[in-house]
């Protein structure tokens, strides 16, 4: 079919739907079940077969199977059964664990999915892009990414980028007018929109002619579709770690049997100790816990409104020391309300907060109505320049759209207008909003045919272009008394953090050129609007915390520099001593003059998306870690250049999210700082499994190795090595990855991002508790010993339950940086719960009969387990007074 040749009515004809209803909800769920979701196809599925067996792979897991293969041959099946078990459990953890991650992956891809505003039923709906028909009326602003292949209707200076389809990267300008020309290219059809392509201005609305695989982009699609997975930095770091680890494991593991052969055990006996104690040292569990421990803080992190886009930005956050944030929404409640007007040289006063619509106008604390002068039409302007609209959601007023404008449809609610008024005027052309103009204008007709322009934005763009302005008696030449009087309004406004807003009138000819040149210009101001964001609740105890943290909060704004350092003011954000930029100063200065003076700077004021770019370099260049946050297109550069860059849930566009690490749920300041509460945790958690992990393994090897240089028999024998592998090793290490932060998490001072992994001493903490570990075991095992033959399976069972007592009261110290008392050990349920069954599985080797033989072990008295649990308890009792 081509559309771009029918004109709109043609369309809504062939389509059975209308431009001002949209489709019917029963429509909708016949082309729901003839067409399917628009989406695109993604890769098969690979089965779960081969996700299993893919976990064999790795090389440490070969290393353990070419040890099960000799144990076989030398027809030690015990061994061998066990290192199977081992390996076979690790497989189906990591298993387990892929399929969690697929599964979070799925549910981030679901809540981060591109949504659309569609008209159904004459009501637009904001949905999934999926849930999206053909014949749907769909509305496209600057940002958003085309939801499904459109044939345009309506365009106001929309313009798209299609370089995913035609590899050209300047913006397409879209009109609205049919094309008669046949077998027309994708990028000559200006009068459609694409699946996929991106919004970069302007505005358009349009009737759904595709989706999914009928797209463009599904015809691509379907050519070849491949799915990019990257390892993020600790993950690739932890690789390399486990690969040097295995060298220095499989070299000690030598070194033991050496010295065995040398002390006169058998060849044979050693070797297979050599291959037990190196399917203990190996730690072949290492891989798998990054990947827990991401998994895992990022469903934390859902569950607390932020969604982690990119995997590495997780890392990231524990490093930031500089947070820049947006203020509106994010360091405020985006419900901006009017509380002043300024009209007529004087001054109103608005009563009513957030988006209710009761309220009332005074003036000198008398109550006004629609018959004070000018009134009544500027409420009526600040209605006909707006996109937004008031709707009941639950018993509440909410705006859907700017609440900027939604603010203006308020205000004009309490006088009484109604959006009705909009029957009787008729938007002829629009102008949108951008950062650069900092305003927007329509080109309005009324019911008589006659034409006016209605301009709002910021003062300092509109007070230039006004010649006129509207006073009690009419309309007259503008003064320089009324420009002083002005100036002193904003001042007063901006004064009390109040926003300002500035709307003028031009009356326009039928034969005026529809260009913003020819006609924002001579303009009659009307008034300004002072309105109100108020900060969110629990921001200034964000600030305090993040300053506590080592992290400095910068809010960033369009708005007055007065009404900037109210906020930050009212925040805690600006200290005394520190300074306030505005876009003017900012574009007088150059990065290398910015940085010099960054560090004293809290607040940016009236600056434009592109200054943010500055800001992030000058700030990077004095060595910082910097999160920026941004919701609309042009904050894209700024928040890709940044380290963690941040978009906002609710008001982002497509394309600051896809540049974003982290999106924000509820475009809130204090959900930044939960996210890097969480990201510090996901390394620390990380740290601990590490500490845990090689200081057991380091201990196993040195208890052989001590007994092995002061010529005694084997204090363990093969089959229980891999039995404290199998279960002392792996739960206790797996509930570390659900620990909770330390209270203390946010008293520290931000990650060095180049820090190594054994940083903070943990090397000397991993090392000097394997020392003390594998010298309470051996001493243990001698004292039981006594260097009596007949003692041998009771020395060897109270150094076996020695070891792994130890390491199960190792695992609560590795919980903190300080020591094993400075937290509660019942905080980690899981952990504990893992700890009790490692000690039950314990209880049943050493007592169940059948397997008394093939553990080699035998009854223990309760005098035994006093003896067992003080020797074990001695490492972290040790460590513990000494490091507290």
């Known amino acids: 079919m081509k559309w771009y040749q029918m004109n709109a009515d043609q369309v809504e004809q062939k389509l059975y739907v209308t431009t001002k209803q949209g489709l019917a909800h029963k429509q909708v769920d016949e082309r729901m079940k003839h067409y399917g979701p628009n989406r695109l196809e993604s890769e098969k ?48 953890l990591g298993y387990f664990q892929e399929q969690k991650a697929e599964k979070s992956l799925a549910k981030l891809k679901e809540m981060s999915a591109p949504s659309a505003n569609v008209l159904r039923e004459n009501k637009w709906e904001k949905i999934p892009t999926s849930d999206i028909v053909i014949g749907d009326i769909v509305r496209i602003n600057s940002g958003d990414r085309v939801p499904a292949d459109v044939r345009l209707v309506r365009s106001n200076s929309l313009e798209t980028e299609e370089s995913a389809l035609t590899g ?24 459609m929109a694409f699946m996929n392509t991106m919004a970069t201005r302007g505005s358009g609305v349009g009737i759904v002619v595709g989706t999914g695989m009928d797209t463009v982009m599904g015809q691509i699609a379907s050519l070849m579709v491949t799915t990019e997975k990257t390892t993020t930095p600790l993950e690739h770091k932890l690789a390399e770690l486990g690969k040097v680890l295995i060298g220095v494991a499989l070299a000690l593991t030598a070194l033991v049997v050496l010295f065995g052969v040398y002390q006169g055990h058998s060849v044979y006996n050693m070797f297979l100790a050599g291959v037990s104690l190196a399917v203990a040292a190996i730690p072949e569990g290492l891989p798998a816990i990054v990947t827990v421990a991401l998994s895992l803080g990022v469903q934390r992190m859902i569950r607390k409104n932020a969604i982690v886009r990119k995997l590495s930005g997780v890392e990231t956050l524990g490093c930031a020391s500089v947070i820049c944030s947006d203020k509106t929404g994010t360091m405020t409640e985006n419900q901006m309300t009017v509380k002043e007007v300024f009209l007529n040289g004087t001054t109103l006063s608005v009563t009513g907060d957030g988006y209710d619509i009761h309220g009332d106008y005074f003036w000198n604390n008398d109550k006004v109505t629609n018959d004070f002068p000018n009134l009544e039409n500027m409420m009526l302007y600040g209605m006909l320049c707006n996109h937004a609209s008031l709707q ?48 927007m204008s329509v080109v309005v007709e009324d019911d008589n045919n006659m034409r006016f322009l209605i301009t709002k934005g910021a ?24 420009r002083k009087h002005m100036n002193e309004a904003i001042d007063h406004m901006a004064g009390k953090a109040l926003r300002t807003l500035a709307i003028g009138v031009k009356p326009l000819s039928r034969d005026d050129s529809l260009t913003s040149t020819s006609l924002e210009h001579d303009m009659t101001f009307i008034g300004l609007y002072g309105m109100m964001d108020p900060p969110r609740k629990d921001v200034k105890k964000a600030i305090h915390e993040c300053g506590d943290a080592g992290i400095k909060s910068v809010m960033i704004t369009g708005d007055h520099e007065k009404t900037a350092r109210a906020i930050a003011s009212q925040l805690d954000l600006l200290p005394e001593d520190g300074m306030v930029l505005n876009g003017q100063q900012l574009n007088n200065m150059s990065v290398s003059e910015l940085q010099d003076i960054i560090d004293q700077v809290y607040v940016f004021a009236r600056v434009t998306p592109e200054h943010k770019l500055k800001i992030v370099n000058a700030f990077q260049e004095k060595g910082h870690i910097v999160a920026m946050t941004g919701d609309g297109v042009n904050d894209a550069p700024a928040i890709k250049a940044s380290d963690i860059g941040i978009s906002m849930g609710e008001s982002g566009t497509d394309v600051t999210k896809e540049a974003s690490s982290l999106v924000l749920m509820d475009d809130n300041f204090a959900t930044i700082k939960s996210a890097i509460i969480e990201g510090r945790n996901i390394y620390e958690n990380i740290r601990k499994f590490i500490r845990y992990l090689l200081a057991s393994n380091v201990g196993e090897i040195l ?154 072990t035998t009854f223990l008295g309760f005098k035994d387990w006093l003896f067992i649990i003080g020797m074990s308890a001695l490492p972290s009792i040790l460590f513990g007074f000494t490091r507290k």
């Open 168 to 191: 050209e990267s300047l913006p397409v300008q879209k009109h609205t007018s049919s094309i008669a020309k046949d077998h027309l290219d994708v990028q000559d059809q200006r009068n």
């Open 392 to 439: 009941v959601k639950k018993g509440k007023y909410v705006i859907d759209g700017d609440p900027t404008d939604g603010a203006l449809i308020v205000a004009a609610r309490k006088l009484g207008l109604q959006r009705k008024w909009n029957d009787h005027y008729r938007v002829v052309k629009e102008f949108p909003f951008d950062s650069e103009r900092k305003r």
């Open 459 to 482: 003062p300092e763009a509109l007070l230039p272009r006004s010649s006129y302005v509207m006073k009690k008696d009419g309309r007259r030449q503008m003064q320089y008394d009324d």
């Open 703 to 856: 208890v052989m190795l001590f007994a092995m240089l002061l010529a005694m028999p084997l204090p363990l024998v093969p089959v229980q090595i891999l039995w404290v592998n199998l279960v002392t090793d792996g739960l206790p290490a797996m509930a570390l990855g659900l620990d909770e932060s330390e209270d203390d998490v946010m008293k520290r001072g931000p990650r060095n991002p180049r820090e190594g992994v054994f940083a903070r001493e943990l090397g000397f903490k991993i090392i000097s508790r394997g020392i003390l570990i594998g010298s309470a075991t051996l001493i243990a095992f001698m004292l039981a010993y006594q260097g009596d033959p007949d003692n041998l399976i009771y020395g060897q069972t109270v150094a076996f339950t020695t070891l792994v007592m130890a390491q199960l009261i190792h695992v609560f110290d590795c919980r903190s940086e300080h020591s094993i008392f400075s937290r509660n050990p019942f905080e980690n349920i899981y952990l504990v719960l893992s700890v009790l069954s490692s000690i039950v599985l314990l209880a049943v080797v050493i007592y169940w009969e059948p397997l008394q033989p093939i553990f080699h």
């Open 45 to 92: 599925k690979v089965s779960k077969w081969l996700i299993f067996l893919k976990q064999f792979q790795d090389f440490m897991v070969l290393v353990l199977l070419a040890a099960t293969l000799i144990a076989g041959l030398l027809e030690e099946y015990v061994d061998a059964i066990a290192i199977m078990v081992i390996v076979f459990v690790n497989g189906f």
